[in-house]
Structures are given as structure tokens and as C-alpha cells.
């Protein structure tokens, strides 16, 4: 039986990388190549790589794999992540008040977009409950006050614990989280902000695009980092606004926005798509 | 013989201004309206026209409206600007080492985009000369040193006057005008910045943009204010960009984008499109 | 008590419309003009007006307008129509297999974007019956073959009627409706085609677009007309794609260009901010 | 001494290809891989890749590149070539009445953006010749009636020859190529036509889509083939209009979009970006 693996690499840029790995696959698992895509960051000197090989090897699974991919990867020193197919990620989705993300979510879940268990949904507030038992998915009612957020984070994490969560997606949660619960999760939470980065950011970001008369809105998904907004940026969009168009019209157009680079970020993440390196993404799309 | 002008408002707004004006139109000059828009600031509570009018009335110049209009406008609380068609207006070009922008304003000239009279190109360079030259246009080579900035500017400020200029185009000029000079041309100087403002404001923008790590690099036309970077946005536009795309590349896309928004905003600054409030602007376009 | 309604007019075009309008509405209703867009087909010599005013003058309704404004309607020969902001229209929609336009419909009337009551969906399936109830709205499955069509048709007809619809969505509705239906309904079915019209007309369009190698793909919404493909168009978008998009990546490019298009001329359709004309639309957005 | 080569290489798709080209590459010439880049059409079976390498190896040619790579190639049954950076490609560029394109290849030479030498510009009428002259391109006019058009093609194929010619422009040039000049220079031959094909072939496609009312207006870059403006898509840009935009808003728009996407199809031909296969392209940027 054929298993099919992503191979996502990145190392200094040196002479001999892309012919290295593509032996190794060959000869350890006569492998077939899917899909291999490379790039540098000629500025960093930097070499990346994204390999989607299948093979009918049954020896190959990630440990054996690990034992026999190591020297090479140290004679390049290599930063490098193997992912099968299987089995699916177990995703958390977090909201708030709006819930155009959650349902955009939902529905691409529906449609086979997402290739991954919507597991569970957390929100400060109560409004996303009937949506949630619509789709069948568990809902958790976590409200957040200063006084109690030590205890909430607390809370989340036993669930993401009890789900084997791997993906944290922020659709709009306005609630910032704290250090440690963002360093317990690195490049595994994806948020959406408003704007596009790094232009207006912190909170009202329409409100500030509005009052500067840019003539493009736009939004961005970005993993999250203890720098609020300032995390390695996934995707961006941006809309043409005019005169007429007011601030709730700002708002009502950059939706849009926010559905569309939240719904690619989450894709591209659950296909192994993504490779962050310096606070910036590769994005193997 | 029938003569076109635009008239441009903003005012407070309040009931029975578009008919108001419609009819001083058609009772003082039987005016034939070609084309009226308007527009409000919910947030501000402010009211912006354009009209553009046709009359076969001798009568009417820009004395004799003044003369007829000012009690309207002062019921109103207007700020006004009546244009006529006729005669065009002269502007000066400033340009520094890179040419394309100068370039494709010359072209556009050349093409009929532009209803101007490019009478003058200033740079701090040489190698515009033979652009210039090619194009019949007074060509003047003035350095720039800190020693000499007030003196230079003085020099520039006399050959505007000899040459009638009612507007002065930053055509990637990499200088920065004192106060003094940016206050005797109040919206009267367009720039263009090779960011999508107000992010990466300043020197290097798409070195900036390149280490943030942003997925779509802009380019800004604005009115050149004493704020540098912050006067009112005239137009902007944004392209993609990949992790193919390396420092070089941003500069190559940036161009296209650099050319795209400065000669929008001369158009529509000659047309008399733009309208400036608030330090943003609305665009009759 | 204040009303608020919407005029829109096309009449041939010439001297003096703007201003008997805004006379006109003033004179009779004390009117505050809060917006007033007008437009000009130079070629065809036509001209266009949309005026949203609002009047505390209680004998403001459709039949005293109607009254009132015929003279000057027949003196500038005139179509025009005159709606009032209450009451909201009733929606149906259609829908066969595909679900993310209706989903994405739902969403936005639950965040309020669609001034309207969502009444009906129809299907020739059964899968969107849990949607349609999670939401509260009518369902009715009505299977289409060719010996029941004109009974299914006739079905519907009285769906409508018993709902009092005015507004019929084909959102993804992969039937083609008869000529008798077309007709009885003009400028009150829109669909939603998934190409770039008047490129790929028919079936099957991103399997045309992927063969014939485009580099962007579109989709357009439209009146319908009894001509397939060929109604006035409201809307249109395009996004890029790349080699490394097979037909299942385009289907899915695709899909986001649906939802926004179809969302975007049903969002104006209940705004009446569309005026068709000569097989085409003046849209006042 | 260091030299940059690009193999570009189309074959049925097989297990084992990027390993044996990688392979062939350090085992023959301890080439470095500067960039490789592969895709596939999954629909028709097909590999595509992109190889730029540099190697120190002095008997790395063209001919005995051929002589070592031919087993491999047939082995895979690839088509494919080779092109070594220096020297650089001989381009002629054709033009009518209307100049922008031509105007902005020019400035895109100047700036350093096309890597090339624009060796020739012929037309059918005589005013770009002073445009030519100020560039120092040989300028040839070669007037086109329907009595002396094989005389006058023979003439430009000489000029070709003379001036050993391997890409040939069409930059807004109006006149038919006859079948015989077109297989003369297979995919050698790169047209702009001002619409978003495959709509609006055929002549005045801005009357065209002006009169269908569309929204957004595009324009195409492609290699000539026999069947007129049916040969591969190299680039495809559009731009938004709406109803404010008469037929020479069209116009003026559109030209915009034809310097873009014109340009951006010699660049990447130029460096060896473009395959072409089955009437469509493979874009390696």
C-alpha cells in the first residue's frame, strides 16, 4: 500500500541540496517525487524545500524515517519536518462576538476544503453554540475576565489536551493571550487581524484605515507570537474602498477579506504548505 | 460659444444643497450639467460635490461666478473651486536617478492622457537631460547639498514662477522639501511613495517590506504636506508578491505600481477630480 | 415621522434633468437628498439617476408619487421607479448539488449584510434541507425531470405567489428554467455563472478554462434572461491562477469567486442600486 | 570560469525524474542548482521543470550538452532545451499607429529590465521613427497593402535574418502575419491583444466589451500561432470598470493593462521562463 508524505526543509543554501534529497528518496524508498518545490532567500543565504513523495516502502514511518534521514540532514544542517497524510490534524477553532469566520470555516469544512477535524470551538461568549451543535462539533462557553484568565487559559489547554489539538485558529477572538500559552504552541495558532500588516495595527484597525483615507483595506493571517500582530505573516488581501464607502461599509467589505486569507492560512497549514523561517512564511502554494 | 467648468464644494452637510445648486446653475446660466457626484462623511458630517457644467453664457468667468455664487456659498458655509476648461495648466516635474516614472508621464503626454503643459523637469541629476531634450521640455540641473538647499530651492521657486507652474510632480524625487517650499504650494505638489501607506513610511521601503515578510508590496500618490509620508492620499495600489520574488524583484514589481498611481493622480489632479479635506481625499473619478 | 425611499430613472438625456428632479422633490415633500448618483451612456445618449431622499411628509406613498411625479416623468420620457425602504423583499433560492453560495448567503443575512427575508429554498435535491431548517426558512424539494418540468415550474410559480416573492437567487441552480418562467419574472432572477462571461458560456466552464490555459478564472452574476448566459451583467471578478492549479484547484478558486459576485448583486439588488438597461446594468455601489 | 545555464524540459509524467535530472547534472557537471522548479498536468500526464544551474566545467556546451544528455532525454521521452545566458537574445519589435507599448519596452529596456538587445523596429507607418532614433534602433518603415504583404514579409524576414533576430514583438501592431511568416518562427513570436481572452477576439474588442457590459476589461499576452489570437496564453491582466467609464475610458484603461501583461511575457521569455505545450503555457516565475 502507497503512503504519501510532505517533507518540508529548510537549511543554508549550499551546492548539491536538491540532488542529496532526491537520491536519498530514491534509494532508501524508491520513492516517487509528487511535487518538489524549492527557493532561497538569497538576502539570508537561506535554502528551502517542500518534497511530496509516495512510497510503497512499509519500512518508511517517521521513526525509522528520522534514523535514516539524520546524517544527511546534519551534513546540510537541515531544520526539517516530515508529515504523512494520515492521520488528520484535530483543529480548535476560537471566537468571540462575530462568527462570519467560524461559519466561513464551517462551511469550507462541509464542502472538503479543509482537510481536518473541526474538533472543537471555544468562545467568551455564548452565541456560536447553535452553530456548533449544527455541525456536530464540541462547544465550550469560556468567559474571560482579567480575574480569571490565568484559570480560562487553564481550562483550554486540558481541552486541547483531551482533543490531541494541533491547530489553534483565532476567527476573530478579541481576547489576547498570554506569553506562556502562545510559547506552548509555536507556529501552531493562526490569527486573523483586520488590516493589512504591518499598517494599523492593535485594535479599531478599520476605524484607523478610515480615518488615514487609505484607498485599499485589507486583512492578514499571521501565526501568532508573543509580539501581538507581529508574527510571521501567512496571507494578505486587500479590497478597493472609495468615498462611499462609509465605516460599517469598511467593515462589511473587509469581511471578506478576513474570511478569505483566514480560510487559505488554515489550508495551506493543514497541507504542510507552510515553512517559517525569520519571522516571515515560504509559502509552497 | 458654450464653455465647460467644474465647480468643487464641500461644506457642512444639511438639507437642499444639490438642488440649491442645481438651480443657481440653470437660473444664472441656463447651465447644461454634465455631470454632478457627490458624497458625504457620515463620521465628519460633511458634504463634497462635483459639478461639471456646460453654458453658452458670455457672462460667466471666474469674477463674475465669485461675484454670484458667494452668497450661496456663504449660506451654505462652502469651500469652492470653479475651473474652467480652458486654459491647461503648467507643471513642473522633479526627478532624482531613476527615470521611469518621468518616463512614462512623458509617454502618457505623448499619448493624450495628460491634459497639461509638462513646461519644466528639474533634477538634482544629469541623466534626465536627454529624456527632456527628446521631448522638447526646459530641462534645469540643480544639485542639492545641505549647504546649498535654501538656495537651490530659491533658484527652483523663481524658474516656477517664470513658467506659471500650478503643479509640481515628485516624479521619485529623492529630496525632501523644506516647509517653507511645501506651504506656498498647498496641494499643488504630488508625490509618490513606493509603500502602501502608512506602513514602511521613511527611507528603503521595500527593504522593509522584504524583511516584514508581507505578501503584497504598494505604492502610494499623495499631496506633499510638512509631515513627510503624511499628507492625503491621492491613490494607491498593490501587486502580489512570492517567495520567489527576491529584493530586486520587489523593486522591478514596485515600478509598475510607482507608475500606475503617480500618473493616476496627476490625471485626476488635472481633470479636477480631487478633492482634499481632513487630510484625505475624495476622488470624482 | 420620517420615510426613506429610493428613485432610479433612465431617460433619454439632456438639459436640466438633475435640477427638476432635486426642484421637484423638495418642492413637493421637503425632501433631504441623501445621495444622489447620476450617470451618462454617451453612446447610446442615455441618462441615469439614483436619489435616495428622505421626506416627513405624511402623503409620500407609491400612489400619490406616482400622481405627482407622471408630468415631468413624461416631459423628460422617463422609466423610473420608486421603492420605499420598508417593507423588505422576500428571497428564494434555488440550489441544486453545489451548497457554499446558499451557505454563504445564510451567513451574510445572519450578519446582516442582505436587507431582506429569506422566504424559500428550492432544490432539485434533498441536501440542503438540514441547512434550510437550522435557519428556519421553507423548504421544498422538488425533483426536475424532463416529462415534470412544466409541472415542477408551475410548483414553484405558486410557492412564490404564496410567499410573495420578489426576488428569485440561482444559486448554483444547475436547471435551465423554461421561457414562460424567464418572462414572468424579468429582472428578478439572478444567477450566477461560473466564468468570466462572455468567455465559457454553457457547461462545464472551469473545464474550458483550464483546457483553453487562461491565467485568471471568473465568475459573473446576471439577470436571466430567456437568452442562457446572455442576461445583463451585475458583477464580475476574476482571480489568478498558476500552473500548479489543477481543475479541482480552480473549482475551488472558483467557488470564492461565486460567493462573492452572487452575494454582492443580491446585496445591491435589495438596495436598489442597479438600474439594466440595453442588456447591460448601471450599478450605484 | 563560472557559466549559467536553464534546462527546460517537458515530458510524460514518471517516477524518478527529478532524481536522474539532479543527478546527471552534479554527476556530469558538479553543477550547482540555483533553481529548479517542476509542475505537472495531471490531466494530460505531463512533467514540466525548470533547471538553472552554474557549472565550472569548461566542456559544458551546447553541443556536448546534446551529446551526454541525449540518452536520458530519450529514456524519459522529454522534449526539451537548453539556453546558456550569454549571449543575449536579437528582438524586433513591430508596431502601428499606436505607441505605448513600444514606448514602455523601451523605458523597460533602459531600466534594466529586459535582458536583450532591441535590435529592430519595423512598422507600417512612420511615426514611431523618431522614437527609434532617440533609442538608436534601426528603424525600418515597411508600408503593408493587401497587393504587396508577401513582398513586404519577405523583406522583414531578410531584415530578421540580417540582424539574426530570435524573438519578434507585436506591440499593438495591426496587420495579420500570413501562415507562412508564423511557422517561420514558432513560438518566436509574442502579441498583444487588448481584451481577456478567449473573449472578444477579432477587432475592436474595447467596442466589444463595452457594448456587453461587462466589468472588468482585460487584455492577453500570446504566442502567435496560424489561428488568430488562439495561440498559448502566455499573461492575462484585467482592470475594473464601471458605468462612469465610456468607450475611451476603456481605451485608456486598457493600455495599462497591455504595457503590463506585453512586458511581462518578453521579460520571461527572455529568461527562458516560458514552456509551451498542448496551446497552453507553463509560467516558471
Redesign the interface.
Known amino acids: 500500500m502507497s503512503k504519501t508524505a510532505v517533507l518540508l526543509i529548510d537549511c543554508p543554501d549550499r551546492?548539491?541540496?536538491?540532488?542529496a534529497i532526491?537520491?536519498f528518496?530514491?534509494r532508501e524508498y524508491d520513492a516517487?517525487?509528487?511535487?518538489?518545490?524549492?527557493?532561497?532567500?538569497?538576502?539570508l543565504g537561506l535554502f528551502?524545500m517542500r518534497v511530496e513523495f509516495a512510497t510503497q516502502n512499509p519500512a518508511c514511518d517517521e521513526a525509522q524515517f528520522r534514523h535514516v534521514f539524520t546524517p544527511l540532514a546534519e551534513q546540510f544542517r537541515m531544520n526539517w519536518r516530515l508529515t504523512f497524510a494520515t492521520p488528520t490534524r484535530n483543529v480548535a477553532i476560537f471566537v468571540s462576538h462575530?462568527?462570519?469566520c467560524l461559519?466561513?470555516l464551517l462551511?469550507r469544512r462541509?464542502?472538503g476544503?479543509l482537510n481536518c477535524n473541526l474538533s472543537l470551538i471555544i468562545s467568551n461568549h455564548e452565541n456560536a453554540r447553535?452553530l456548533a451543535n449544527?455541525h456536530g462539533i464540541s462547544f465550550h462557553h469560556i468567559p474571560i475576565t482579567t480575574a480569571n484568565k490565568a484559570q480560562a487559559e487553564h481550562r483550554q489547554r486540558e481541552l486541547f489536551a483531551a482533543h490531541q489539538i494541533n491547530l489553534i485558529v483565532l476567527a476573530r477572538y478579541m481576547q489576547v493571550l498570554s506569553p506562556d500559552f502562545v510559547r506552548a504552541y509555536p507556529q501552531q495558532i493562526i490569527n486573523v487581524h483586520h488590516s493589512?500588516?504591518?499598517?494599523?495595527t492593535g485594535a479599531k484597525p478599520y476605524h484607523a484605515a478610515?480615518a488615514?483615507?487609505?484607498?485599499?483595506i485589507?486583512a492578514t493571517s499571521h501565526y501568532v507570537t508573543e509580539a501581538l500582530d507581529e508574527g510571521?505573516?501567512?496571507?494578505?488581501?486587500?479590497t478597493?474602498i472609495?468615498?462611499?464607502d462609509?465605516?460599517p461599509d469598511l467593515v462589511?467589505k473587509g469581511?471578506?477579506l478576513e474570511r478569505?486569507v483566514l480560510s487559505r492560512a488554515v489550508r495551506w497549514h493543514l497541507n504542510d504548505r507552510i515553512l517559517s523561517y525569520?519571522?516571515?512564511?515560504?509559502?509552497f502554494?
Open positions: 551546492k548539491g541540496i536538491v540532488a532526491a537520491n528518496l530514491v516517487n517525487i509528487l511535487n518538489a518545490d524549492q527557493h532561497q532567500d538569497v538576502e528551502f462575530y462568527l462570519h461559519a466561513d462551511d462541509q464542502v476544503e447553535a449544527f493589512f500588516l504591518p499598517a494599523f478610515f488615514r483615507g487609505v484607498k485599499l485589507g510571521p505573516i501567512i496571507e494578505q488581501d486587500v478597493r472609495s468615498q462611499n462609509q465605516l462589511q469581511r471578506d478569505l525569520a519571522n516571515k512564511t515560504v509559502i502554494a
